[in-house]
């Protein structure tokens, strides 16, 4: 017998459907739902389902610790694992392990990891010299080197999302990111013990931030950051004193560590709206390029952006008059002009998503202060320039290829955090040109016939972060709830006609008819 239509409709679902899901509201589970049936909207449930097992931090950190226990060795400190489980990986043997004799990651391994980040992320962190942190972890007591440079394997692993075992790379068999960050953290342990402070053990705490932050761990990460930069500050890179006595070469590196300490904090202390502790001293030594190399270049534009984007977010709230805005934001955009033209897509990702996610923190400020204008013409004091900054953003996207964010990870989507990005920037455009769609009223909204509208912009941005593997953005739950709205938001209204509207309907088409 075939069963009737009412009792299909009856029949629950095993799981909620798509639209409750993505709301987190309660549902019936009928084909359609109640709230999907009064809303008049599809009624679905093809989305993913999250793997069976235990979920959350818990769960991570169990995993973690299977897979440090088949890889790192036992030391003299209780921390690591037994060294009986050091040959239990598969992937490891006699000429190809990822272990020296005393316990410690093999160097051959790390060398692998050292030579992809000068390669490729280099540009990005241009702190770590590779010939020179290579030449120090020949010496085997030198354990500030080495927290650093398992701390920067790791990170390189997370960023390039490189998986041995999967794309079969024998250089890199025997090792996963979680492994070598126990390894790392277990070395900082002695380190702590000793009272040992030096820039690569500043360094490392760097690094294990941009890790943590990638894995979307905001609480340890910051105060990750915040130790690089006590550190920093008890060195006194940020006093200009500090620079008397040093070379050129070794003032440029101190100063490349303290401006990526501060572009880093600046943009996760306005991300999180945290208190700020690195401050920019006006005697400060100028950065500069080293020699004839343009690797360097994009990254001193980014410190200038930080520099201007700093500037007047610090300034008094009197002195914040709408040509100040204004002013503000012309200069970010002129600091484009000082990139050179043959650079990597990495590095103009970085530096473009960075500038548009500045002008969009400005442009919010702004409306604190000043009164906007409906005028789209006024840019950045205009009520829709979200819309112009999201612009933007996708027509940068459109130059690089989907791998390009993934590689730099949280920032482009955080402010590197890292390191901070960028996703979480990207998140942050998105999210406010949602914003704008939905509190600006509609008549403001012109409808143009063949061009690309806001709706479609905001489409492209949340389904290109979507597509992004290997790290967490939180923001992305409320961009897609955002949407959700919008879309509810924008269905027509369908009002019950009786017969008498009808036919008071039809009496002027049939007078306009009439000759």
């Known amino acids: 017998m075939t069963p009737s239509l009412e009792a299909l409709e009856t029949k629950p679902k095993i799981r909620a459907c798509d639209q409750c899901a993505l709301r987190r509201i309660k549902c019936d589970r009928r ?65 190809s392990s990822s272990v020296e004799s005393d316990g410690k990651i093999s160097i051959n391994l790390l060398r692998q990891y050292l030579t992809l980040y000068d390669q490729t992320l280099y540009p ?142 600046r943009g996760h202390t306005t991300r999180f709206d945290l208190q700020r502790l690195l401050r920019l001293a006006p005697d400060l030594p100028t950065l500069e390029a080293e020699g004839t190399s343009s690797c360097l270049l994009p990254f001193i534009g980014t410190c200038n952006l930080f520099k201007t984007f700093g500037s007047a977010m610090d300034t008094h709230e009197l002195d914040r008059t709408p040509q100040f805005f204004s002013d503000m934001d012309l200069h970010l955009k002129e600091i484009q002009q000082q990139l050179p033209q043959a650079i990597s897509g990495l590095q103009r990702a970085d530096f473009l998503i960075t500038r548009e996610w500045m002008r969009l923190v400005l442009w919010k400020t702004a409306m604190f202060h000043v009164k906007l204008s409906e005028n789209p013409e006024d840019d950045s004091l205009s009520v829709t320039f979200p819309e112009r900054a999201a612009r933007n953003t996708v027509a940068h996207l459109d130059q690089f290829s989907k791998n390009i964010v993934e590689a730099h990870g949280l920032g482009m989507a955080y402010p590197r955090l890292t390191a901070s990005v960028k996703q979480m920037k990207l998140g942050d455009i998105a999210i406010s040109l949602a914003d704008v769609l939905l509190c600006v009223p509609s008549f403001f909204e012109s409808y143009q016939i063949m061009q690309v509208g806001r709706r479609d912009i905001l489409n492209h941005l949340a389904s290109f972060l979507m597509s992004i593997r290997g790290t967490v953005n939180p923001r992305l739950q409320v961009l897609q709830e955002k949407m959700v709205e919008y879309t509810l938001s924008r269905q027509p209204t369908y009002l019950p006609w009786s017969s008498d509207a009808t036919d008071e309907c039809k009496e002027p088409l049939q007078q306009a008819e009439s000759p």
Not at 37 to 44: A, D, F, K, N, V
Not at 132 to 141: G, K, M
Not at 206 to 211: D, E, N, P, S, V
Request: hydrophobic content about 40%; some cysteine.
């Open 31 to 95: 084909t359609p739902c109640r709230r999907c049936r009064e809303l008049g909207i599809s009624c679905t449930t093809s989305r993913a389902q999250a793997k069976p097992g235990p979920k959350g931090p818990w769960a991570h950190k169990r995993r973690g610790r299977m897979q440090e226990a088949s890889f790192l060795p036992i030391q003299k400190t209780p921390i690591s694992p037994p060294a009986d489980n050091i040959g239990s990986s598969p992937h490891q043997d006699a000429s």
């Open 124 to 265: 990005v962190w241009p702190v770590v010299d590779r010939d020179e942190i290579e030449r120090r972890l020949q010496d085997p007591d030198d354990l500030e080197s080495y927290a650093l440079c398992t701390a920067l394997s790791a990170v390189v692993i997370a960023q390039l999302n490189i998986d041995a075992q999967k794309d079969d790379l024998e250089p890199f068999q025997g090792a996963t990111s979680e492994a070598l960050i126990a390894e790392s953290e277990r070395t900082r342990v002695i380190l702590h013990s000793q009272q040992k402070l030096s820039v690569p053990f500043l360094l490392s705490s760097f690094f294990l931030h941009i890790f943590y932050a990638n894995r979307g761990h905001v609480l340890k990460s910051t105060l990750l950051l915040r130790e690089a930069i006590t550190f920093a500050q008890f060195i006194e890179l940020d006093q200009a004193k500090f620079y008397t006595t040093l070379s050129k070469a070794e003032s440029q590196f101190h100063l490349r560590v303290f401006w990526l300490l501060f572009i880093t904090e």
